[in-house]
Each structure stands twice: as C-alpha cells, then as structure tokens.
C-alpha cells in the first residue's frame, strides 16, 4: 500500500499498554509488529499467495476499524493506535485490494470448474457458447440384430467389485439382479502399463471402464493462445485420478461422442471393460423378454367370461403392459385380504403366492407361481377380495391400479362391449386427411422437371451429412401455370457419408415418412432424387428462420406467444402421431417459421414408424431425452410429449427444464424428475408441463386417454382458437422480416460451394440402390402456402374431429 504509514504509539507514554494488546506488550513490541505487517501486506499483493486464515484476518481488521470509526473522535490520535489503516481512504483501499483478490479467485474457480466439466461433457463448451450454438442430436451407432452375450471368468471379488461399482450407476439403476449378472458376465480385462493412454480426449468411443488395480490420471487438452507458431495445446491435469472401484466412459454406452478427456495410466492398471453394444443387448433382451411375458399373461385374463386378448385391440394390451408398475412383498406379506375392496391388478414376476379361502380354514386353495397373476376384476370396478393371497416367499410382482389403466384406456367394460374406440387405432386422426393427400399427389403429378433444371441459390443450413440450399426453376422451364418467382428448399445428403455412417436405413425412412405427411404445420415434402454423388429431397422453402435463433435473440417468450407455437406443434402430432409415427428430436431448432410467422415442424431424420410394440434406437437432444430413452427401456411417441414439456418450459423461461453443461448431469436430473419453477410462470402453465413432465409413460399426458385432445382441453389452452390457428387466420405473435422469396437473411450465412446437380465431380461411387428415387422432379403447378396446405379450399379445422382421437 504506497504511501501508507504504520503508527505503533502514542508517543506520551513509552511503556502504555495499547488497548487491543494484552498486559505486557510493549510500545517496542508493537512498533516492531507493526513494521512486519507493513512487509507482509506489501508481499501479499505482489504475489505471495493468501490463505483463507490471511484473508479473514484482514476482513477483521476491516470490521474493527469501521465500528471504531463509527464510535470515536476519528481526530484523535488514539483512534488510528495499533491500526495498520493511517486513514479512512487507507481503509478504502484495503477494500479495493480485497475486491479484486476476490474476482481472480473467482475467475480461477471458474476456469476449474470448466475444466472439470469437461472431462465427462461430450461438448466441452461453456454456458454462453451453447445458449447459442444449435444443439446436434445424438444417436446410437450399429445395430444389435447380431448379438451375441459374452461370459468372461472373473473371481468373486472382482464380480464384487464390478457390482458395487456400476449399482448406483444412473444407467444400471433399473436393471434387476439378473441383468445385473448377466452384465458382469460380459466385462472383459483390459491391462495398461504406467504411461499409457486408454482413451484419448476426441477419440470416439464404445466402452465403459472399471478399476480394479492402479491409478489413472485425468486430462484435457487446451489450446495455448501464447503459441505464436500455430496452433498448440496443452495438457493439464484436472480432477482425483482414478482409482480401484472407479468408473468412467458411462456416455458411450448411450451413444457413440467424442471423449472428453484423455484418461492415462499413472500406475500399471487392470481394468475391466464393458462394450456398448453388449450393454444394449443385455438389457434390451432383458426388457423385451419381460414385456412379452406381460403382454402373453394379460391376454390370457379372464374377466366376466372374456378373455381380453379376444376382446381387446393389440395396442390396448401394450398399453396395460406400459401401465403396470414393480411391486416387492417379503415372505409372509398379506398382499389382497378376504372381504377388503381392491383396486388392483397383481402378476407374479417371481416367487410363490398362496391363496387362502375363509371357508377353507388355514389350508391353501391355490399356490401361485410366476407368470399367474390375482385380483382382475378390480380393473372393472371396486373389487371385494374373494380370497387372500400371501407371500409364501419373497415376491415381485406387476402391478396395475384401476386408475391407471382408466388414464390410460377408459372404463374396461366399454372397452369389452366395443363402445369406445381402441387406444391403439390411427384410423381416427389418418382417414380425415385421406383425401388432401391425395390431392396433393395429384398435383404433384402437374408438371416434371429434370434434375439440371434447378438453380442453386443461398445455403441455408449444413449438417452432418451435406446441406440445404434455396433452389429455383431456371428461367425458360417454368410453365405458364406456374409461378416464375416460386423458390424451394433442397436437401442435399453425401451418399459416401451416409454410407460411412451406416444410416442408410435412416435416409430411407425419412424419405417414406415424410411422403405420408401433409399438414399446414409440418413443412411439406415434394419430391427425393439423386445423382451419382448425393440424395436430394425437394422441400417448401421456410424464410422466417428458425425458432431456436427468435427465443435467443428474445431470451424467452411471453406465454401467450409459446402458447401459440405449442399449438401449432400440438396439431402437428394430431396427423404425426395419427399415423403411428413418433417423430423424437423435438426442439426449437427443428420448428421454422414461414415468411408470415407460422411455426412448422422439419426435420424427420429421427422419426419412426411404430408398427407394433416399442423402438429402441437412443436417439433425440440431450436436453429433451424422455426418461424411458435414457434408461434404454423402449419407448413409442410418449417421447414427444415429453420434450413437449420441455419446449414449452424452455420457451416460457428461456433455458430448458434440465440444462448444464455435462450431458451426464443433464441426464441425472432429468431421471430426478425434479423441476424448479419459474416465479413468472403462471399456475396454469406449471400444471401442464409438470403433466407432460411424468417420469413414468403410462401417467404422461398426451400418452393417456385421449392423447392429443387431452393435451388441448387444458386449462393453458382454455379459449384458444384452434379452428382460427388451423385456418392461419389468428395474429402470429413476431412477424419475419422477408424480402423476397430469396431472401435467407433470417438463416446465418455460410461458405458457399458451387452445385453441379446430376454430375459426377469426384468419381464417388457409393450407391443407396435401395432407396427409390426418380431421376425426375415431379413439381405442383403452384405452392403457394394456401394452395399447399389448404388444397380446393378444404380447412382442415373441418375435417378433423379432436374429441375422436384416440391413437396420439
């Protein structure tokens, strides 16, 4: 501190004891401690580092001085004595010093969090950066069509090991036992001597790793801006290093991402290795095994003389089987008394039940096995028990409440006696459009152009695969019909990176789904081609750009605003789910507006036709993954009202539900099923996403009775007009700013390449033989919005009844 003096007595009395000091203590004492504090405050602002015991001492002295200065003659010479501050500003700057000390430790602590966060984020990016930076969705690699389980020799102590190690695992959580071993069978050893790197930070990976001997370090790799001679980086060490019973590698048993770091031997180390793909076997054969028992041994229940696999729709069965819960009872539990009401349905999984009479005596009428199952008729009304039923083991059995299956399905008998519709039928939401997407084939059919008669305009996104580009007709090829200013959107897709990928099939899908498709709020598909080199896919042209760059640019929505986009999205699922497709990667980046501000749903690179049953393919954004997807459990369009949910809260709020930097962390609380509500939010906004937020599928709304329908009869949606909405006649909440219709300022720009449709510029041979595509683009005579969505006038407000929608 220049200029700061350091009095040490009054210079009345050489041996006056100073009032802060004990008996004793001298003026020269003092004055020599004084001089050493002068020394030391000078050292510690030049560089010697502080420990917490300096800095409380000095926020002591702070203090002391401050209500000394409040209660004494600050003239007085007395008032300074044994202070190390000659005056307020003195006191001041200490403060200054301390301020600053304060921010470079916080700006330290922060540079160590980053770095820690990185070390199991697949993304390695900060706050800032990906609020805003779109988000990639993932997906699992390969295929478990071959799989084959592995059974590694290991010893009791290494199985132990290997067990308490993974139990509390968030991805092995909800194996049972049996799965559990089955998992331990398959970790393989994998031995590294001191030095070497078992994975390496960017390095794609597959599998998962336990400790059983030696020490692993942590490190991450980070550029050195102070390198003038090129780009350089760094290692450094973050984190405890790794240790027996440690664990590390969990995201690639999700999905194939980049390491996070790099992970290197400090010792000689054994480790045991669990590949991804046995992981997906193991526990999808377990899952699907134990859906198909529940789903054999609800047909076969008998209720008042029929047999509900006779009576009831395939989906409806699958329905209960999603509804029914685990339920454990030790040996000697009472699980349904005699004379008591019930409202529960029970399967035995494992053990034994006995079945006791009270006419009977003590002597068991039945004896209960896995696979029987007790209690149906409680799933048609209020049931008094006929009989006792108790555990002659331990038991785990499925269980499934009255209320849980008349959320899911309705009342029972009704479903018996053929008066309401089945849950699992699609006719209710596909046959309305029926006749518009046959129209709109007709006009597809109007007129054909050659694929070299495109002209290439702005790019407008690239992904993973190629990019989109604003396209239009050539001038002299437009035909008097048409609209000579009409524009398109096409997607080009590598054949040589999809086949790199293995996604083929993806490709395939997309395109089929997409053709099944014709709604106001779903962006409409034309036509796929291809030449040597890519796969195209003609599409409507969406000028109004993204939704995800609008809520950046605004930081969040008011409600009415991300009521109306939750609306358009909500009448995208009637037709979607309608026709058994769950779309899965729903999120702003996937929802365009058009040039006059209305929302549609893109990119169907990760839909799925359900035609029975379950999906099991991870795939979605990580802030918007469904519960069931992470756990590897199967899932159906549940998922979609689940992200839903999410959209609508990260819409309202401005970030999502479940947001931090590590995707693991992300998928922690999202398992937690916790959620913090925003003070802005309204009751009735809180009410419907923590609906659509339900864990468990079976009490998710959108996934119940009524599916979509349901979702719009809540009191967040009380007085909109759909009808309005449908017919794109209600006041869209922002207005794009749009030129003309090639204007793509609303998209951000990107290096342009030159487009050479239908010619071979590399020599590239790769061929998708099965995907059908014509050579030829087959181009309505004219797309306006209102001509596309509303062909011959027809509202679709008209044509489809929500009350009747039974399969969302």
């Given at each position: 501190?220049?200029?700061m003096?350091?009095?040490?007595?009054?210079?009345?009395?050489?041996g006056?004891?100073s009032?802060?000091m004990?008996?004793?203590?001298?003026?020269h004492?003092e004055?020599?401690?004084?001089?050493?504090?002068?020394?030391g405050?000078?050292?510690d602002?030049q560089?010697?580092?502080?420990?917490a015991s300096?800095?409380?001492?000095?926020?002591?002295?702070?203090?002391?001085?401050f209500?000394?200065?409040?209660?004494?003659?600050?003239?007085?010479?007395?008032y300074f004595?044994?202070f190390?501050?000659?005056?307020?500003?003195d006191?001041?700057?200490?403060i200054?010093?301390?301020r600053q000390?304060a921010?470079?430790?916080?700006?330290?602590n922060?540079e160590?969090e980053?770095k820690c966060s990185?070390?199991?984020?697949?993304?390695?990016?900060?706050?800032?950066?990906r609020?805003?930076?779109?988000?990639?969705?993932?997906?699992e690699r390969?295929s478990?069509?071959d799989f084959?389980?592995?059974?590694i020799?290991?010893t009791d102590?290494?199985?132990?090991?290997?067990?308490?190690s993974?139990?509390?695992?968030?991805?092995?959580r909800?194996?049972?036992?049996?799965?559990l071993?089955d998992?331990?069978?398959?970790?393989?050893?994998?031995?590294?001597?001191v030095g070497?790197?078992?994975?390496?930070q960017?390095?794609?990976?597959?599998?998962?790793?336990?400790?059983?001997?030696g020490?692993?370090?942590?490190?991450?790799s980070?550029?050195?801006?102070?390198d003038?001679?090129?780009?350089?980086s760094?290692?450094i060490?973050?984190?405890?290093p790794y240790?027996?019973g440690?664990?590390f590698?969990?995201l690639a048993?999700?999905y194939g991402?980049?390491r996070a770091?790099?992970?290197?031997?400090?010792t000689?180390c054994?480790l045991?290795c669990?590949?991804?793909k046995?992981f997906?076997?193991?526990?999808?054969s377990?899952k699907?095994?134990?859906?198909?028992?529940?789903?054999e041994?609800i047909?076969?229940?008998?209720?008042?003389?029929?047999?509900?696999?006779?009576?009831?729709?395939?989906?409806?069965?699958?329905?209960?089987a999603?509804a029914?819960?685990?339920d454990?009872?030790e040996?000697?539990t009472?699980?349904?008394?005699q004379?008591e009401?019930?409202?529960?349905?029970y399967?035995?999984?494992?053990?034994?039940?006995?079945?006791?009479k009270?006419?009977?005596?003590?002597e068991a009428?039945?004896h209960?096995?896995?696979?029987?199952?007790?209690?149906?008729?409680?799933l048609?009304?209020?049931?008094?028990?006929?009989?006792?039923?108790?555990?002659?083991?331990d038991?785990?059995?499925?269980t499934l409440?009255?209320?849980d299956f008349?959320?899911?399905?309705?009342?029972?008998q009704?479903?018996?006696?053929?008066?309401?519709a089945?849950?699992?039928s699609?006719?209710?939401?596909?046959?309305?459009t029926?006749?518009?997407?046959?129209?709109?084939?007709?006009?597809?059919?109007?007129?054909?152009y050659d694929?070299?008669d495109?002209q290439a305009g702005?790019?407008?996104g690239?992904g993973?695969f190629?990019r989109v580009?604003?396209?239009?007709?050539?001038p002299?090829?437009?035909?008097k019909?048409?609209?000579?200013n009409?524009t398109?959107?096409?997607?080009?897709?590598s054949?040589?990176?999809?086949v790199d990928?293995?996604l083929q099939?993806?490709?395939?899908n997309?395109k089929?789904?997409m053709?099944e498709?014709n709604h106001p709020?779903?962006?409409?598909?034309?036509?796929?081609m291809?030449?040597?080199?890519?796969?195209?896919?003609l599409?409507?042209?969406?000028?109004g750009?993204?939704?995800?760059?609008?809520?950046r640019?605004e930081g969040?929505?008011?409600e009415?605003?991300s009521?109306?986009y939750a609306?358009?999205?909500l009448?995208?699922f009637?037709?979607?789910h309608?026709?058994?497709?769950?779309?899965?990667?729903?999120?702003p980046e996937?929802l365009v507006m058009d040039?006059e501000?209305?929302?549609?749903?893109?990119?169907f690179?990760?839909?799925?036709?359900?035609?029975?049953?379950k999906?099991w393919?991870?795939?979605?954004t990580?802030?918007?993954l469904?519960?069931?997807?992470?756990?590897?459990e199967?899932?159906?369009?549940?998922?979609?009202?689940?992200a839903?949910?999410?959209l609508?809260?990260?819409?309202?709020?401005?970030?999502?539900?479940?947001?931090?930097e590590?995707?693991?962390?992300?998928?922690?609380?999202?398992?937690?099923?916790h959620i913090?509500?925003p003070?802005h939010?309204?009751?009735?906004i809180?009410?419907?996403?923590?609906?659509l937020?339900k864990?468990?599928?079976?009490?998710?709304?959108g996934?119940?009775?009524?599916?979509?329908?349901s979702?719009?009869r809540?009191?967040?949606f009380?007085?909109?007009?759909?009808n309005?909405?449908?017919e794109r006649k209600l006041?869209?909440?922002l207005?794009p700013?749009?030129k003309?219709?090639?204007d793509?300022?609303?998209?951000?720009?990107?290096?342009?390449?030159e487009e050479?449709f239908?010619v071979s510029?590399?020599?590239?041979q790769?061929?998708?033989?099965?995907?059908?595509?014509?050579?030829?683009i087959?181009l309505p005579?004219?797309?306006?919005?209102?001509?596309?969505?509303?062909?011959?006038g027809?509202?679709?407000?008209?044509?489809?009844?929500?009350?009747?929608?039974?399969?969302?």
């Open positions: 501190m220049n200029g003096r350091f009095p040490c007595s009054p210079k009345s009395s050489k006056q004891v009032p802060s004990g008996a004793g203590a001298s003026s004492r004055a020599k401690g004084s001089t050493s504090a002068q020394k405050i000078k050292m602002f560089g010697k580092p502080l420990d300096d800095i409380r001492v000095r926020l002591l002295r702070l203090l002391v001085f209500i000394d200065f409040k209660t004494h003659d600050t003239n007085s010479p007395f004595r044994c190390v501050f000659q005056s307020l500003e006191a001041k700057e200490e200054r010093r301390l000390l921010k470079d430790a916080l700006k330290k922060d160590l980053r990185m070390v199991s984020s697949g993304e390695g990016s900060t706050s800032s950066r609020k805003k930076e779109a988000r990639a969705a993932v997906m390969g478990d069509k084959a389980k592995i059974t020799p290991k102590q290494v199985r132990n090991l290997i067990y308490h993974i139990k509390s695992n968030m991805l092995f909800t194996c049972t036992e049996e799965e071993h998992l331990i069978d398959a970790f393989d050893t994998a031995k590294f001597n070497d790197t078992v994975i390496k960017g390095d794609e990976g597959d599998v998962f790793f336990v400790v059983e001997e020490k692993l370090d942590i490190l991450v980070k550029s050195d801006p102070s003038e001679s090129g780009p350089s760094r290692e060490i973050v984190g405890v240790s027996p440690s664990s590698g969990e048993l999700m991402s980049p770091a790099t992970i290197r031997a400090q000689d054994v045991w669990l590949h991804s046995q997906k076997g193991i526990t999808r377990h699907q095994k134990r859906e198909e028992i529940i789903v041994t047909r076969k229940v008998k209720i008042g003389g029929n047999v509900l696999g006779d009576v009831l729709h395939p989906d409806d069965i699958d329905a209960m999603l029914t819960e685990s454990s009872f040996k000697g009472v699980i349904i008394r004379g009401s019930g409202d529960a349905f399967i035995i999984e494992s053990g034994t039940v006995d079945v006791f009270t006419e009977n005596g003590d009428v039945a209960l096995t896995s696979g029987h199952f007790f209690g149906e008729k409680a048609i009304s209020e049931d008094v028990r006929q009989a006792t039923c108790i555990a002659s083991s038991v785990k059995c499925l409440t009255r209320e008349v959320r899911m399905l309705g009342n029972l009704d479903l018996i006696s053929g008066e309401q089945v849950a699992g699609s006719n209710a939401a596909a046959e309305p029926r006749h518009v997407d046959d129209d709109m084939k007709k006009l597809a059919l109007s007129h054909r694929l070299s495109l702005r790019t407008l690239i993973a190629g580009k604003i396209v239009k007709i050539k002299g090829k437009v035909p019909l048409g609209d000579p009409q398109y959107a096409l997607k080009c897709l054949k040589r990176c999809i990928s293995g099939d993806h490709v395939i997309e089929k789904i053709e498709l709020f779903i962006l409409a598909f034309y036509c796929a291809q030449d040597e080199n890519q796969i195209y896919f599409l409507e042209v969406l000028l750009g993204e939704l995800f760059r609008t809520l640019c969040q929505f008011p009415s605003w009521r109306f609306a358009s999205v009448l995208a009637c037709q979607i309608g026709k058994k497709i769950a779309y899965r990667d729903l999120k996937n040039a501000g209305y929302l549609k749903v893109v990119d690179g990760l839909a799925k036709k359900l035609e029975g049953g999906t393919t991870l795939c979605g990580p802030d918007y469904a519960p069931e997807v992470i756990l590897n199967g899932h159906d369009w549940a998922v979609d009202y689940w839903l949910g999410v609508i809260y990260e819409m309202t709020a401005g970030t999502p539900p479940f947001y931090a590590d995707p693991m962390e992300v998928y922690e609380k999202i398992l937690s099923g913090t509500i003070a939010f309204s009751r009735s809180t009410e419907l996403v923590k609906k937020l864990t468990y599928q079976s009490k998710r709304l996934r119940t009775k009524g599916g979509a329908s979702v719009m809540q009191k967040w009380s007085g909109f007009d759909w309005s909405l449908l006041e869209v909440p207005k700013k749009v003309d219709c090639e793509a300022s609303n998209f951000d720009e990107y290096p342009e390449e050479k239908g510029t590399s020599g590239i790769d061929k998708l033989e099965t995907l059908s595509c014509s050579q030829e087959n005579l004219s797309m306006s919005t209102d001509n596309r969505s509303q062909p011959d027809i509202l679709f407000s008209r044509i489809i009844a929500y009350e009747s929608l039974k399969f969302e």
